[in-house]
């Protein structure tokens, strides 16, 4: 296991600074003037614009501008806006926010995931079945953005039962709804895939076998047929984590929650550029580790795989 896990961290590295360079090359090199709106409604003169390129080394190739930043980062400094505001502290005032949203998503989408999933998957075919059909169909079919309008206009506004919008604190219940609506889709999806890898295996021989010893039905679940039922849904929970964070978007802007996704957008709609490509390297790391972290649950579900 120990050599396994020195080999998967030094295959990161290569993946990691190839994402990270093509995100470089890709965001810098996006069409249009940086300092565009920078200085009113004139144009910027030549003279802030030059000292802005010389400040942040923007004549450099942009091999040379990559191999800066790598350098600074692995220093800790995430660099500066065009403004003077340490990226550094942007993140890090954002990113708790949504990490805890998404945290929040990923154990409501696992719960009701999952549990819808090996209900049907045990009895097929029934109400039970069709209804957490349709209803995953449903939240499939429907832009989060719908989603999340509806929740807030009838939750929170009508009905009174949680506030429209999160409060600075973040506190839990308030992000019992954005997390629903955030993760609804990827629940839909767990309870799908849960459902159709339940179906398959309890059909498997050593469930027959589990049966016929004569144990309890409970334990033919809990212990054979639900634990190599979950890889496939380890593998989407395990991914889904960083997919959440970075498509958070839409939910905090509906709920109002100062996250990545909300900086992200602003610093798009503003090019700040620098911004972009930080948080979207943590994003990256969030990516790389999660994956690492499946490959090597799989080994704790399934005893019969071994990692040398």
Same mark, same amino acid.
């Given at each position: 296991?120990? !050599?396994?896990?020195?080999?998967?961290?030094?295959?990161?590295?290569?993946?990691?600074?190839? /994402?990270?360079?093509?995100?470089?090359?890709?965001?810098?090199?996006?069409?249009?003037? #940086?300092? &565009?709106?920078?200085?009113?409604?004139?144009?910027? #003169?030549?003279?802030?614009?030059?000292?802005?390129?010389?400040?942040?080394?923007?004549?450099?190739?942009?091999?040379?501008?990559?191999?800066?930043?790598?350098?600074?980062?692995?220093?800790?400094?995430?660099?500066? *806006?065009?403004?003077?505001?340490?990226?550094?502290?942007?993140?890090?005032?954002?990113?708790?926010?949504?990490?805890?949203?998404? =945290?929040?998503?990923?154990?409501? +989408?696992?719960?009701?995931?999952? *549990? &819808?999933?090996?209900?049907?998957?045990?009895?097929?075919?029934?109400?039970?079945?069709? =209804?957490?059909?349709?209803?995953?169909?449903?939240?499939?079919?429907?832009?989060?953005?719908?989603?999340?309008?509806?929740?807030?206009?009838?939750?929170?506004?009508?009905?009174?039962?949680? +506030?429209?919008?999160? @409060?600075?604190?973040?506190?839990? @219940?308030?992000?019992?709804?954005?997390?629903?609506?955030?993760?609804?889709?990827?629940?839909?999806?767990? $309870?799908?895939? %849960? !459902? *159709?890898?339940?179906? +398959?295996?309890?059909?498997?021989?050593?469930?027959? /076998? $589990?049966? %016929?010893?004569?144990? #309890?039905?409970?334990?033919?679940?809990?212990?054979?047929? =639900?634990?190599?039922?979950?890889?496939?849904?380890? /593998?989407?929970?395990?991914?889904?984590?960083?997919?959440?964070?970075?498509?958070?978007?839409? *939910?905090?802007?509906?709920?109002?929650?100062?996250?990545?996704?909300?900086?992200?957008?602003?610093?798009?709609?503003?090019?700040?550029?620098? /911004?972009?490509?930080?948080?979207?390297?943590?994003?990256?790391?969030?990516?790389?580790?999660?994956?690492?972290?499946?490959?090597?649950?799989?080994?704790?579900?399934?005893?019969?795989?071994?990692? +040398?």
């Amino acid at each position: 296991m120990g !050599r396994y896990l020195l080999r998967r961290l030094l295959q990161l590295v290569p993946v990691f600074i190839g /994402t990270t360079f093509l995100l470089y090359w890709l965001v810098w090199k996006v069409p249009g003037d #940086p300092f &565009a709106g920078k200085c009113g409604e004139r144009p910027c #003169p030549d003279s802030f614009v030059n000292m802005m390129k010389d400040k942040f080394k923007l004549d450099e190739p942009l091999i040379v501008q990559y191999g800066n930043y790598m350098k600074n980062l692995f220093q800790g400094d995430f660099g500066q *806006t065009w403004g003077g505001r340490d990226i550094g502290d942007i993140i890090a005032t954002s990113y708790p926010n949504t990490l805890k949203l998404a =945290l929040v998503a990923l154990a409501i +989408e696992a719960l009701i995931g999952l *549990t &819808a999933g090996v209900l049907t998957g045990l009895r097929r075919n029934g109400f039970l079945d069709n =209804l957490v059909l349709v209803s995953s169909l449903f939240l499939i079919a429907l832009p989060i953005f719908v989603i999340g309008f509806v929740a807030q206009w009838l939750l929170g506004v009508q009905l009174h039962i949680v +506030e429209p919008t999160v @409060s600075n604190e973040m506190r839990l @219940s308030e992000l019992i709804v954005p997390g629903f609506v955030l993760g609804s889709a990827s629940m839909a999806y767990i $309870a799908r895939l %849960a !459902r *159709t890898s339940i179906a +398959e295996n309890r059909r498997a021989d050593y469930v027959r /076998t $589990a049966i %016929a010893k004569g144990l #309890p039905m409970r334990r033919v679940v809990g212990v054979h047929l =639900l634990r190599n039922s979950l890889i496939p849904v380890v /593998t989407l929970l395990g991914t889904d984590l960083g997919a959440l964070m970075g498509g958070a978007i839409v *939910t905090e802007g509906i709920f109002r929650i100062n996250g990545i996704g909300q900086q992200v957008y602003r610093a798009i709609v503003t090019k700040e550029s620098a /911004t972009v490509v930080s948080i979207v390297v943590v994003l990256v790391v969030v990516y790389l580790l999660m994956n690492l972290l499946v490959d090597l649950l799989y080994a704790a579900l399934d005893p019969r795989i071994r990692y +040398e």
